[in-house]
Each structure stands twice: as C-alpha cells, then as structure tokens.
C-alpha cells in the first residue's frame, strides 16, 4: 500500500477530548474517529490491527475444539424476563421498541441467547461437552464513556459458552478456556495476569479476570511478581495438565480490589515480591452452573435418562478493547511500536524525496515490488514531506521495521531500522530474513 | 471435524413456517436458528458458509483497490437529518432513544454517516480517487419478515462507497465495482445478469441490480439471453477495457419490472431469445453524485483551488442473503450441493457403521487423518445411523464429495461421488488431486 493512497487520516493536533495516550493515537493516526458519544468508526489502520487480534482469538478458541457461529445483536426481551435479567440489568441495556411495540434490546451480553439456542438444539449428554463462541458488536448504554474504544458504547467481544453435565466436567471445560486466554495473550505479545476476581451481574462462584499492566487501568491488581513469568510451554492440551496449570497458577497471590485482604496478602506473598499496582481488563471468565439453564428450563438427558440442567460458563475477550489496551502497553516516549504479530504493516519504506530527485523514490518502489511479491505486507511513504516529519510520524503509526532510502542505502544495501533500536545497513536478503523470522 | 461433535441440530421434519426451499434447508440443517421474527442465529454450518461467502467478497473488493473500513451499526438521528432523509424513510428504520434521551437509530444503511467520515477527512482532490468498503449488520424492521435470510430485519451486507472529483471519475469507479461484482458472483458460483435498476430511496440517476434466476424471487426479469454468457476474461482491470465491457453489456437488453417497456423489449430482442422469468437481487449499485455530499456540506479542493462537492456511488451486497440465494440456485430433486469454493467441507466421510464392527470407522478416521494433513477440510460422519438415512442427510448438508468406506472400499480404493454423478472407486492419492483441482 502506498501511503498517498492509503485512507489515513493523519492529525498533527493531540485531540483535546483524548485523555489516555490510547486514545490520543488512535485519534492522531487515523485509526478510529467518532461518530457519536462512545460509538467510533474503525478506519482502515485500525480497522487492520482489530481484525488481525480477531483472527488470533479466533485461532486460539478453535484450537481448544471451540466451535465458532453468530447470534444477532438485537435480542427479544423474552429471554430476559425468563432469566430474571431483564429489569435487573438497568439503563446500560439500549432497550428499543420495534414498530409492533414489542420490547427489544441490543445485547450487552448473550448468556441468555445462547442458553436459548442449546435448549432448542441439544437434548442428551452424548452431544457433551460442547464448546460454542462467536465474535460480535454488543452495546452497553455508557453513562459517561471514554477512554476511546477502552470504555465505548458499541464494542466488539469475541464470547465463548462451555456446557457440560457436571460441575467436573464443567471444570475442564473452564481449565482449557483459561489456557486458550493465556495462549492467545502472549500471542499478542501481552503479559496478561489471571486474577481470582468477583463475578457480579453474570453470576456464579467461580471466576478470573486476565489483566494486562498499564497506569491509566482502571483495576487496582495485588499480586506477587511471579505471577508474571508462568511458562505456558510446560503444559498441554490435556485435562492432567491443565489441572496442573490452574493449581501451579493458583499458588501465586494475584487477586483484585474487591478479593483482596491485605493479611492474605503479607502472609502469601514476600515482601520484596508484593506487586501493587493498575490494570486494564482484557478477558473474563466465569462458571455460573445452571444459574441460567435452570430458570430457562435448559434440560439434558444424563447417563440414567434422569434430565439435569446443563452446567454453564462463559468467557469473553474485548476484542475492540485490546487495541487500545495493547497500545497502553506499548506506546512509551512518543514511540508506538506495534507487535510483529498485529502490526497494520510488516514494514514501512521510508524513502527521501525531494522536488527534483525522485531517484529514492524509484528505488523505493522496486524494493517494494520485490518484498510484495515475498508476501510481505509492506507500506510505501510515497509522500513528498521532509524525513524529520516521516520519522515522527511513523513514530506513531508505529510499524515496528522501517527501510530508509536516502543517503545511507547503495546500491542493494539500505539502511534497516527497527523501533526503539539503532539502524544498520543490510542488503535485501538479510531484510527479508529479518522480517520473516 | 467429527459429525458428532459439530454443533448441527438437525431436523427431519419440513418447518411449517418456512415457504422456499433456501429457509427449510437452513431450518432443517441447522445452519440458522430463529431468535425472533426476521432474526437469526448462524450456527457453526451456517455460519461458516456465510464466512467463506463474505471473504470472497472482500478478495474482489481488495482486488480494485477498495479498502476496508468499519461503521457502527448504531447512528445518530443528526447525519440523516443533515441529509433530509431521517423523516423520509419510514418505519423501517429501528429508531432507538438512548438513556439520555437522544434520538439514535440502526443503520438500515450508510450514505450519511460515511459521507460524515469522508468529510472530516479528505480535504483536496490530490487524494482521490478513493473506495472504502465495510462488511457490517444492518437491520431493516421489515413488517413481514419472510423467506427466512432472504427477507429477514438483521442482515450482513458489504456496502462500499466512491468518491471522486467529477461525474466523469465517477464512472471509472462504477465500472470497477461492475466488474468487482461479476467476478465475485462468478466465484460464488452464480450466474449473475446485472440490469439497469431504479434508484429507489438511495437516489441518483444510474443504478444496476445483479440478479440471480430462480423461481422464488421478488423481482421480475426481461432479459436477451445473450446475458447470461458474458466472458468476463476478455476485460482488464483498467478504465478502457472496463468502459468497453460496459458498452457491450449496455447492448444487451436486460431490466426489471420498473424499467420494462413491451416495445422496447421486442424491438431489441429476438422472440427465440426473449428471457421472462424471476430473479433474486444479490447486489444493487448506484450512482447519485453530489446527492449527500451536498446537502452535507461534503467539499473538496479542486485543482484550481475551488470547493466542490464530491461526487458519491454506493455499492451494495447481501452477504447473508447470499446464503440463502446459493442455495436457491443450486438445491433441486431434493440435493443440495454446495459450489465448491463455499462449501462448510471440501469432502465427507461416511463409513458404514454397525454395532459389532468398527473396521469401517476405523479405516475412515485413518483416511480423515491424511486428508487433514494435506490440508483439506474433512467432515467425518462417525454417527451409528444406517447407510440410508446418512445418504439422505449428506443430499441436504450438501457437500460437494463424498468418500464411502463400506462393501465397495478394498484396502487404499474408496468409493468417491460427487453429489449428482456416479460414484467411481479411486485411491485415496488420485482423491486427493480431484479435491485439490
């Protein structure tokens, strides 16, 4: 993609309204704009990185057998007034009347849907467990949203469902979620600490939030700092394992505001170790039981023909949320550098162009032409600016790999950067290498 | 993935509700469940059909140079009053009062708020030409939502918009997209007549349908049959080659109800050719200049330093009412098979199963196993059920090949059909050319 043409549009302004650097980049490269209080429109660069951080969620769900479909957003109130939720869930629900008068509303969550759609589906233990998720746009009416796509009205969440016959069974289902959580946040290149946390408006006794550090958070996190360095690769896709993972896991002392006592907190964790600090919720997950297949009569056929109300959990990831979440992470001293594995772009050519020397330019898109035709998802700045306001610039958009052509590059040797490091001059092969690892 | 383990309610009895074929088959498959009238849940066969339909879309829309964006699916009520058209249209539109009152709305559709996008962002002709596209749920309270996805109040449409300096422009990029839509319906698997359209409530002065024949459709068709066999192969993607195409389609006569004239038909078209028939619309583009970008203030510089308002197209397809269209056009005698390039498998296993003889099961998961290696989506029908109700079933799930491991297999042959044909017996290297071809 050549920059001129690319649909980005850039602002040189720090957005008055912007008051966490998230929002502010997001605002000043283009990536989102408002199109009323909470509710955005996700242009094409940060259109790009969402969908790249979907395709990682949904690759991590399907690779613990978690089956992907869609229910809609507008939902019927009937289902709601069958869990009890209906006038429970206050004025965040957008309820809506439709032109017969029937009471609608944008779900802000799909425990009930889904409950809905397996009692209709599935009548006997046989077809157990089963693992269901979608990706969808859900709606929470915000009193006071901000924080750009942080705290929105409209956002995009990939949602998972277990159902299983027992409470056992129920909690193998939750183990292979929290692996899929911790999997699919060090893919994105995030260190996410699970936290026993308090379920609230969905319900149940058992439940983690995956938290991700960051000042502007808005969880208050107590943990033990060793919490931080869990290795993922000791363990499998098994139940053995993964049982393993959650008790080596719950041994460490990591808990938010609501579970935390400060006497637990001395006595488990050493002094020098005590981790007190913010966070940002990136995922959710919950074991609620038959809190709601009970009241919606959600029945399955057990071993003995006896019916049972199938056991429940759910796990969500904010989809939309994590790209500003990984932007609090990663932007430090006025440089964003993007994760390889969500970057809009696997490299920027940055040529320098003047008036009446187009010579870098023309160099520039041969060395283009050469790295598309390797598969390599590159960005051309093609416009005619001086390299001092390039390089701020790309400072932002924040590809993490850069090829500058203009004095330093000779011949088949250019000048190779990667943020937040020095540059070094490589010939084409040693950058393709480089990029592709 | 094992047959037992896909989330696929299916049910042998015909839906009383349902009255074309497209809405039993999806009923009956369980690739949609209802949630309330005109809405659905896309369950895992459905929706991975929807999917495969909606990246083949977005391929052909990459392929011209469009990019892809995303809009809210709730809307302010003020854009659609700057245009004039928040009155206009009726109780179609879900309007919706948020917490604090304002006047909001779900987007039936998207001309205001990407003409407010475009204005905040583009300033000088220097960077147009531009197209943008989203692929996003739209809903339309439709009184009498029937036919199931075909007419339904929540759909997932492609919508792409056009901006240029002048009506000269313009047309380039309404060419583009004319043959984007030929290419994307060819690889869907359709035979697609674009006609001369009315413009409707969208406004402008030049609009073409792409319809599909099929005898449950809405709309009327008077066409040549010539139409029916353009070759898209002799046009290029530039604006020559493409100005030529639509001059060679222009002569061919074909429209819809609104713009037939008996004289006309018969002075333009041979009586042998002469086509009457129905049609599905399966894509709607248009033409409608500065309809928006005027009353909305839409300006840009031109070369000459003058303010002019940009001149707009917009471009629509069904995604979700594919669906439905596909399987209109391509399930008779009770069979459904599904295009290759969309279908939920490339090929289904259906080994004869009986309850003291698991050999064939066995051979059939050894086979499922290869093919998955080599990367072939593979559904294996492990499910204790009689040859004959499983070959009834597969005539509905609809894909394309089959692989029956039963009397006829001996060793590394396997008796292979292609739903409609005859089976052969082949071993399972040549199986795997045919499925890769």
Redesign the interface.
């Known amino acids: 993609m050549f920059l001129?043409?690319?649909?980005i549009?850039i602002s040189k302004d720090l957005p008055a309204e912007a008051k966490i650097k998230s929002h502010q980049l997001m605002l000043r490269t283009?990536m989102i704009?408002q199109?009323?209080a909470g509710?955005?429109?996700?242009?094409?660069l940060g259109?790009?990185v969402?969908k790249k951080i979907e395709q990682i969620v949904r690759e991590e769900q399907n690779a613990i057998?978690a089956?992907?479909?869609?229910?809609?957003?507008?939902?019927?109130s009937?289902i709601w007034k069958e869990s009890g939720r209906y006038d429970d869930y206050g004025?965040?629900m957008?309820r809506?009347k439709?032109?017969q008068g029937?009471e609608?509303l944008?779900g802000p969550t799909n425990e009930e849907?889904i409950t809905?759609?397996f009692r209709?589906?599935?009548k006997s233990y046989?077809?157990l467990p089963?693992l269901?998720y979608h990706i969808q746009?859900k709606?929470r009416?915000e009193?006071r949203p901000r924080f750009g796509v942080m705290r929105c009205?409209?956002f995009y969440m990939k949602d998972a469902y277990s159902f299983d016959l027992s409470d056992e069974e129920a909690n193998k289902s939750y183990n292979k979620m929290f692996f899929s959580y911790l999997k699919t946040f060090n893919r994105l290149g995030l260190k996410a600490i699970p936290m026993a946390a308090d379920t609230g408006p969905i319900g149940g006794d058992l439940s983690h939030e995956f938290v991700i550090i960051a000042e502007t958070g808005e969880s208050k996190i107590y943990a033990d700092k060793n919490i931080i360095d869990i290795d993922l690769n000791q363990y499998e896709l098994n139940d053995g394992s993964l049982s393993k993972m959650r008790e080596d896991i719950s041994k460490i002392y990591a808990v938010t505001d609501e579970k935390y006592k400060k006497t637990d907190f001395d006595n488990h964790v050493k002094k020098e170790n005590q981790m007190i600090t913010k966070g940002i919720e990136v995922g959710h997950i919950f074991y609620f039981s038959d809190k709601y297949s009970k009241p919606m009569n959600c029945l399955i056929d057990d071993k003995d023909g006896k019916k049972t109300s199938v056991k429940m959990g759910s796990y969500g990831i904010g989809v939309s949320r994590l790209v500003g979440a990984i932007i609090e992470a990663n932007y430090t001293k006025d440089i964003m550098k993007w994760p390889k594995s969500i970057s809009p772009f696997d490299v920027v050519i940055i040529p320098s162009i003047s008036k009446n020397n187009k010579e870098n330019l023309e160099k520039a898109e041969k060395v283009y032409k050469k790295l598309k035709k390797q598969n390599i998802d590159v960005l051309l700045d093609d416009v005619d600016e001086n390299m001092s306001n390039k390089f701020k610039k790309h400072d932002l958009i924040g590809v993490p790999y850069q090829i500058i052509i203009g004095s330093k590059s000779d011949g088949d040797n250019f000048e190779f950067k990667e943020l937040n490091s020095q540059s070094e001059i490589l010939n084409l092969d040693k950058i393709q290498l480089k990029l592709k690892s």
Chains 1, 2 share one sequence.
């Open positions: 001129s043409k690319l649909f549009p283009g704009k199109s009323s509710i955005y429109s996700w242009l094409p259109f790009k969402m057998g089956q992907e479909m869609l229910m809609p957003t507008i939902q019927s009937e004025e965040e957008l809506i439709d032109r029937r609608m944008y849907l809905d759609v209709a589906s599935v046989k077809s089963q269901l746009w709606f009416d009193i009205k409209e």
